[in-house]
């Protein structure tokens, strides 16, 4: 549907979907339990569930405002809403910031193309969990096959960029992601009917705050921003193409809820089965490729063909969401590009691609390769991620918050939220209220906490 001469979302639910599809994926699936595993599990998740509740749920509906309101790439937003300020760097950061993660997700989106083939051609079939976790490394250290895939797969996500808005990301978010919903939860009654199995519920419902320190709160803070895709104006970019009558609290509390539900699946579909496999739930970035496959294997020993099926389309489906979040990463380097450098779309959109498969391949080689070379003690992959996820983001957020709380005019942000009054937010005064001191301070707390002033 083109509007203004710009491209907008064509239905409600597609809306829903596609910034659905933007959060849900490998940061559920991948990051979430790997960082619940390093960080010992339910008081993590304990406090990843405040952050999305107070901290990420009225930032989203910040971030939707701006993006629906000015009706422009997030840099360019706040060019249109505070002209002649210095809160462009705000969507600036946030472009540099959506160009950092989508380097590095790129590669574990290629590892999910590995396994995609690994389990089309019944690879996992009669493997113990020893040699799953020899073969994983031995392919993520390969200087030539991950990389292989990682620049298939940012070249996938550059050709459905350039089909449009409507075209290429609505119609695959709606077919795709209820398909994902529903495996996952088959797969989540395999994983804890596993032996053993007791003891990762365990692991991820029986808090221990006793080990809850500033970095705990720092990572759950930066993994609830990255899971929400918050913070580097992707959701604002999208919001650019919202129509005028969606409901902004309600899109943003569905977004909340289908993430963060997806997430605590995902929990329960790792940690059951890693305990019962005996895999350390520190793991790391491995944890899902070496887990699931014996989840494949063990839950359905019986029937080999049916852990054939469930295999291949499990990783078919993690590629795909992690596919509708890249998408949504370049699609703000590219807004951007196109928009405030008056480039072509399509040109915009190649610059992106070209750029990430460069950085991409760096982050993919210090995994292996390249593990000598570090900055801060961190390879290119884990200093992307940990500059993107705990400092960028939530530095983001903040600002996003400080921008609609204080700089913004009060009318404006009324009128976005309540659509010039005709809807009736009970949430707003609390939003208001988050937006102007609870986030701005929380997260000023954790960061001057985790610099070590306090
Ligand atoms: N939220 C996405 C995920 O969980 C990752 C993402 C981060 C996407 C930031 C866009 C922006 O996989």
């Known amino acids: 549907m083109i509007k203004n001469g710009r491209a907008n979302f064509g239905s409600k639910l597609g809306i829903i979907l596609a910034s659905a599809g933007s959060a849900v994926g490998l940061g559920n699936i991948w990051r ?15 406090i990843y569930l405040g952050c999305v509740l107070v901290l990420g749920l009225p930032i989203m509906i910040g971030e939707f405002l701006i993006g629906r309101r ?30 950092m993660i989508l380097s590095f997700y790129s590669v574990v989106a290629g590892w999910t193309l590995e396994y995609v083939f690994e389990a089309i051609g ?84 029986k808090p221990d705050f006793s080990k809850v320190d500033s970095n705990v709160i720092l990572a759950a803070m930066g993994q609830a921003f990255f899971s929400l895709s918050l913070g580097m104006g992707c959701l604002c970019t999208y919001a650019s193409y919202f129509n005028k009558d969606v409901n902004l609290t309600r899109t ?47 839950a359905f020993s019986g029937a080999p063909w049916l852990a054939y099926i469930f295999s291949v389309l499990f990783y078919v489906l993690l590629a795909v969401a992690a596919l ?26 190649w610059m992106v691609t070209g750029g990430c498969i460069f950085f991409g391949i760096l982050c993919s080689l210090s995994l292996g390769v390249g593990k000598g070379f570090t900055l801060f003690g961190l390879g290119m992959f884990d200093l992307f991620d ?15 918050a400080i921008f609609v709380g204080w700089y913004l005019d009060k009318k404006i942000v009324w ?3 309540t659509n010039n009054g005709t809807l009736k937010v009970y949430a707003y005064k609390t939003i208001i209220f988050i937006l102007k001191y609870i986030a701005p301070i929380a997260i000023a707390i954790v960061f001057i906490n985790e610099l070590g002033f306090i």
Request: net charge neutral; hydrophobic share 50%.
């Open 32 to 46: 979430f339990p790997y960082e619940t595993g390093n960080y010992g599990g339910a008081a993590f998740i304990f």
């Open 70 to 99: 000015s009706r422009a790439n997030t840099a360019g937003a706040y060019q249109i809403l505070a002209p002649g300020t210095q809160w462009k760097w705000v969507g600036r950061m946030g472009v540099l910031a959506g160009f």
């Open 122 to 205: 019944n690879g996992f079939a009669g493997k113990t969990p020893d040699e799953f976790v020899n073969s994983f490394q031995s392919f993520s250290g390969n200087p030539w096959k991950p990389v292989i895939w990682l620049v298939l797969f940012l070249l996938s996500t550059h050709f459905i960029i350039v089909r449009g808005v409507e075209k290429g990301i609505e119609k695959f978010s709606k077919i795709m992601m209820p398909m994902l919903f529903v495996l996952i939860l088959i797969l989540v009654g395999c994983s804890v009917s596993l032996p053993g199995a007791s003891k990762g519920i365990e692991f991820l419902l």
């Open 252 to 298: 943003a509390f569905s977004v909340g809820i289908i993430d963060t539900f997806i997430a605590i699946l995902a929990g329960f579909i790792i940690f059951p089965a890693a305990f019962s496999v005996g895999i350390e739930p520190d793991a790391g970035p491995s944890l899902i490729f070496i887990t699931l496959p014996n989840v494949f294997q063990q």
């Open 324 to 349: 509708t979040s890249t998408i949504s990463m370049h699609e703000v380097v590219t807004a951007y590009l196109h928009e405030e450098f008056k480039l072509s779309r399509k040109r915009a959109a």
């Open 386 to 400: 940990f500059v993107t996820a705990k400092i960028m983001l939530p530095l983001g957020g903040m600002l996003i």
């Open 415 to 417: 009128e976005e939220i």
